[in-house]
């Protein structure tokens, strides 16, 4: 391939050169066991402690209160499972949304299947939960709200403040998934009444297989992983003491560029979004336009399906992804897509960009060309085409 243009950066990002050299010296030089007691094992443990307290203060958090895991996924099973079991004498009812990543969809159907009653709550057409839905939602024996801050997938930000408030008021506990706002968006989680929250370190340029899992001080949440006593014996498990570092490393970067890295990518994906809606027709943008993530664009294409539009930007060099789940070897769309109201159709041509503070407005100018290019040869080989052109006259270029 002459070129690679990764435009992929909402499944993974590239491990900053900074935090790399970070994670380096506890392969070799530093490789005792943070939690021994002899001498050696000092270095690994305060480069522990020296991730524990940049991951906190960078969400107004108490150190004491991050604990690391092996992902964001294994911080939204504990989050929910933890809760669910501790709380349970108030009361067996959780709500969450029909948009949440299926860390926490697939938990919550777990905890269903013993003995808890979760409510999923609807989206509007561009993403967002309403915080009256959730307070309507409330009732006795309600116990847990679990929203996340941003979607994976089409990008919109939730209005957390006002569900933390809510939350607040009545007593219940409230979890966010951060996974996509971490390092990318402000954070207090004393200010967002927040009192569970789930990051990833490969979100933010960290390495993969290191997560965090803010837990408010006074919770009473069992451990996740039972055996030794690591984590203040909430989390067992020999600690990723390169992953750590890494990840403390990445989110001091994050924390410290945001604002500058936020302006940049919202400038690239605005210039991105009105290209290919002017551009290209029959498209639609997925999500709010302006409460999005920095570095999200989401479309949809009537008349094609999206694993053929990401297999031909392959052959191009350029990495992006699908909202579909076709992709993963199912037939069915993204569940968030249908959530916001696209019919089977339009959710199946979907194609999410997300960009990162490398990306150039060229490669931003060379993919649309791609694009324009591909959907115009998969619409010629489409009957369904076709027959729309001939009976719409060309008239409605939206996808409505």
């Known amino acids: 391939m002459s070129r690679l243009i990764y435009l992929d950066n909402a499944a993974t990002t590239q491990v900053a050169p900074e935090a790399l050299d970070a994670m380096l010296p506890y392969f070799t030089e530093y490789y005792g066991n ?28 108490k150190p004491e209160e991050i604990y690391f895991t092996g992902s964001g996924s294994e911080s939204d099973n504990w989050a929910l499972k933890a809760a669910a079991e501790a709380y349970a004498a108030g009361g067996k009812h959780i709500i969450t949304t029909k948009i949440e990543h299926h860390a926490v969809l697939h938990t919550a159907e777990y905890l269903e299947k013993n003995g808890f009653e979760v409510t999923y709550l609807d989206v509007d057409e561009k993403g967002i939960v309403s915080p009256d839905a959730v307070k309507a939602a409330i009732r006795p024996g309600t116990i847990l709200i679990s929203v996340m801050m941003a979607n994976n997938e089409i990008g919109t930000v939730e209005p957390i403040r006002e569900i933390g408030a809510a939350a607040k008021e009545h007593g219940i506990l409230f979890h966010t998934d951060a996974v996509q706002a971490f390092g990318h968006l402000p954070i207090d989680v004393e200010e967002m009444n927040i009192d569970l929250l789930s990051a990833s370190a490969h979100k933010l340029n960290g390495p993969k297989g290191v997560g965090l899992l803010y837990i408010r001080q006074g919770l009473k949440l069992r451990a996740f992983l039972h055996g030794g006593a690591q984590e203040r014996r909430r989390r067992a498990g020999t600690h990723n003491t390169p992953g750590i570092a890494g990840f ?43 409460n999005r993530l920095p570095g999200n664009a989401s479309f949809c294409f009537r008349f094609i399906e999206g694993e053929s539009l990401l297999i031909l930007l392959d052959q191009n060099g350029i990495c992006a992804s699908s909202g579909s789940a076709c992709t993963s070897g199912s037939l069915d769309p993204s569940h968030v897509l249908l959530a916001i109201g696209l019919p089977h159709e ?43 052109v001939k009976k719409s006259d060309g008239k409605d270029r939206e996808a409505g």
């Open 34 to 61: 943070p939690s021994a007691i002899y001498g050696f094992a000092g270095k690994a443990k305060g480069a522990v402690e020296e991730a524990r307290r940049i991951l906190a203060e960078g969400i107004g958090a």
């Open 248 to 290: 403390g490393k990445a989110a001091e970067l994050a924390f410290r560029n945001m604002e500058q890295r936020a302006a940049y990518e919202t400038k690239l994906r605005d210039y991105l979004i009105g290209r290919v809606l002017t551009e290209i027709p029959y498209t639609r943008l997925n999500g709010d336009r302006e």
């Open 346 to 388: 339009i959710a199946h041509g979907s194609l999410r960009i997300s960009l990162s503070e490398k990306t150039t407005k060229e490669e931003i100018d060379y993919t649309v060309d791609k694009i324009k290019e591909i959907v115009e040869r998969l619409r010629n080989m489409s009957p369904l085409y076709e027959d729309f």
